[in-house]
């Protein structure tokens, strides 16, 4: 999307500043949720701004497990723009 695994590194609220404001919140929302479930998986679509200026669409799927520091997150992100479109 225009950045590198380095950029988003160096920068953890790049990739947030990255994202809708309307599909932060209800993420956000969704993610408390789920860790409230004690880690049920999460599936969710949201928007993201690429380098270019252009929106894509992601879903996103989760899964959670308890770690000594907290929760740990395994997930992977698909583009769906072209089914978003469809919709």
Same mark, same amino acid.
């Given at each position: 999307?225009?950045?590198?695994?380095?950029? $988003?590194?160096?920068?953890?609220?790049?990739?947030?500043?990255?994202?809708?404001?309307?599909?932060?919140?209800?993420?956000? $929302?969704?993610?408390?949720?789920? $860790?409230?479930?004690?880690?049920?998986?999460?599936?969710?679509?949201?928007?993201?701004?690429?380098?270019?200026?252009?929106?894509?669409?992601?879903?996103?799927? $989760?899964?959670?497990?308890?770690?000594?520091?907290?929760?740990?997150?395994?997930?992977?992100?698909?583009?769906?723009?072209?089914?978003?479109?469809?919709?």
């Amino acid at each position: 999307y225009g950045y590198s695994a380095a950029e $988003l590194i160096a920068d953890q609220a790049l990739w947030r500043s990255r994202l809708h404001v309307a599909d932060w919140q209800a993420n956000q $929302l969704e993610l408390e949720r789920s $860790l409230q479930a004690d880690g049920l998986p999460l599936t969710r679509d949201y928007r993201v701004r690429q380098a270019d200026g252009n929106w894509r669409w992601l879903r996103e799927s $989760l899964t959670f497990r308890r770690s000594i520091d907290g929760w740990a997150a395994t997930g992977i992100a698909i583009e769906i723009t072209d089914c978003k479109q469809v919709e």
